[in-house]
């Protein structure tokens, strides 16, 4: 199916615009920050740059970005908010309630109209990944980001006497990135549980990228099965700067610098707790692209809107 220029643009401001938050919310970038140019990002996309310079002025309309006249594009520095997220883009906002507006829903119940209907039946989801940091991070994305009660698992559950576990053919759905989502797929197929295959963002490393120009970016795993995953999620940046993978149990953490970017795995955390961990902690990004977000988001509202109407 050939790409429309619209939906490339919006192709394109989806990519920005995640890229923008995930760099403010790791410190990689700060509001005025100068962006790179249409030109620059064109070349990237292989896009014509006035479609770029569209999918820019997509984000200025939601209030992330200042395009200044002959000086270039700049992350907006909207005024804080306590409490909310590190990116504000107050434009966004008035969207979401002018479209509530537009389905019959008044402004002032939005807000409880949507949290009834994602937060009305917790759904759970066993979660089934190949490493200890994969599995707390897909779960606390699931517990956090959508209201889901995770079960975690590894693969090797549905090999061992008996099947599949009774939690997970209990749970609602069942979730892990290929190739272990068709393996669980030709399982839980006959037995009418549903699989749903979880897809992991290519550009996670973009919120790194600035990081990678200060100085060598450090990696704390708590499994060491994880490192093929970072280090196919690393590959396109590596030649921007040093990455150095260490494994908590094996590796010295206490031998990273003071001033040192740091990205330190949730399981890695638990396992640290009350350790001082040296270096700058980078935030949590999250993991699921689009399509898996709104795949996951569907069937919340669809479960809630049923849960509501009965």
């Not at 140019?37 to 070349?43: D, G, L, P």
């Not at 280090?231 to 001033?259: F, K, Q, W, Y």
Request: proline share 8%; with cysteine.
């Amino acid at each position: 199916m050939t790409t429309t220029p619209r939906r490339r643009r919006s192709e394109i401001a989806e990519t920005l615009r995640r890229r923008i938050v995930s760099a403010v919310s790791a410190g990689a970038s700060r509001h005025g920050d100068r962006l790179p140019s249409a030109r620059e990002v064109a070349a990237e996309f292989e896009a014509d740059p006035r479609l770029v310079l569209a999918a820019y002025r997509i984000l200025a309309r939601e209030g992330l970005v200042s395009i200044r006249r002959r000086s270039g594009i700049y992350v907006a520095a909207p005024p804080e908010v306590s409490g909310g997220p590190a990116v504000v883009a107050p434009g966004w906002l008035v969207d979401v309630l002018t479209e509530g507006l537009e389905h019959g829903v008044p402004a002032p119940r939005l807000g409880d109209w949507l949290r009834r209907c994602i937060a009305s039946r917790r759904l759970r989801v066993a979660v089934v990944a190949e490493s200890e940091d994969q599995l707390e991070a897909y779960c606390a994305e699931l517990r956090e980001d959508y209201g889901f009660d995770p079960v975690p698992f590894f693969p090797d559950a549905i090999e061992r006497p008996g099947g599949a576990p009774p939690e997970m053919l209990a749970a609602d759905l069942v979730v892990a990135t290929e190739p272990t989502a068709a393996t669980l797929r030709a399982v839980l197929g006959p037995l009418q549980r549903r699989v749903l295959t979880l897809e992991i963002r290519s550009d996670l490393d973009s919120a790194w990228r600035r990081v990678l120009a200060q100085g060598p970016l450090h990696v704390v795993l708590a499994d060491p099965r994880t490192i093929p995953f970072f280090e196919h999620v690393l590959s396109s940046v590596r030649a921007m700067g040093e990455v150095r993978v260490l494994v908590v149990g094996r590796d010295d953490v206490s031998s990273i610098p003071p001033n040192a970017p740091v990205h330190v795995s949730r399981a890695a955390r638990r396992r640290l707790e009350g350790q001082t961990i040296p270096g700058r902690i980078l935030p949590p990004t999250r993991a699921f692209t689009a399509k898996t977000m709104r795949e996951l988001l569907a069937l919340a509202v669809d479960a809630n809107l049923t849960a509501l109407k009965s």
